[in-house]
T-cell receptor
């Protein structure tokens, strides 16, 4: 039982390059999330998907797009990377749509944009 | 929207002493308050949570207290051990809210001195 799996673990991009962060969960969870974590800023929500077929913007969506490919997979795309997007990205899932549903996080992707 | 303030940003205590981390929230409709622990280089993991119908909850050496009137809640760790060294995040949400409900504090870096 892997839980939430993210790939890649590390990535270095040049400004303007694009890439997709992959996330998959095997817990049959309905809701999935993408957060970014920056020093002193906590965890900020980029996008979320309450259920298969829906996606919504979170607190910091600019410069990102997402795709809920199916119930298991939720990808995050950077179309034109900028140095401000250097961060650690966490995917998470929760069992049901609701503010009190515990989040299960992946191990993170450390992204550096030069 | 909800705003969660967390203090202190860094806390250093001697091994065996107690540690207290405090959070305040702004939205009186919030009724679910989880705490996540993130060890260095690892993913955040839920360690304890409390709902607004109780004032205190304990789990071995950790406890969380909630003061709804003052809109603040705290994490208490007793008899601290080296493995307690980590970053701790508080969060707040409404249990009946949407999937984007969790608002995180900016984190407290707890350092256990030997």
């Amino acid at each position: 039982n892997a839980g939430v799996t993210q790939t890649p673990k590390f990535q270095v991009l040049k400004t303007g390059q694009s890439m997709t962060l992959q996330c998959a969960q095997d817990m049959n969870h309905n809701s999935m999330y993408w957060y970014r974590q920056d020093p002193g800023m906590g965890l900020r929500l980029i996008y979320y998907s309450a259920s298969e077929g829906t996606t919504d913007k979170g607190e910091v969506p600019n410069g990102y797009n997402v795709s809920r490919l199916n119930k298991r997979e939720f990808s995050l795309r950077l179309e034109s990377a900028a140095p401000s997007q250097t961060s650690v990205y966490f995917c998470a899932s929760s069992g049901y749509r609701g503010g009190d549903s515990p989040l299960h996080f992946g191990n993170g992707t450390r992204l550096t944009v030069t | 929207g909800e705003n969660v303030e967390q203090h202190p940003s860094t806390l250093s205590v001697q091994e065996g002493d107690s540690a207290v981390i405090k959070c305040t929230y702004s939205d009186s409709a919030s009724n679910y308050f989880p705490w996540y622990k993130q060890e260095l280089g690892k993913r955040p993991q839920l360690i304890i949570d409390i709902r607004s119908n109780v004032g205190e909850k304990k789990d071995q050496r950790i406890a969380v207290t909630l003061n709804k009137t003052a809109k603040h809640f705290s994490l208490h760790i007793t008899e601290t051990q080296p493995e307690d060294s980590a970053v701790y995040f508080c969060a707040a949400s409404q249990s009946g809210g949407g999937a984007d409900g969790l608002t995180f504090g900016k984190g407290t870096h707890l350092i256990i001195q030997p």
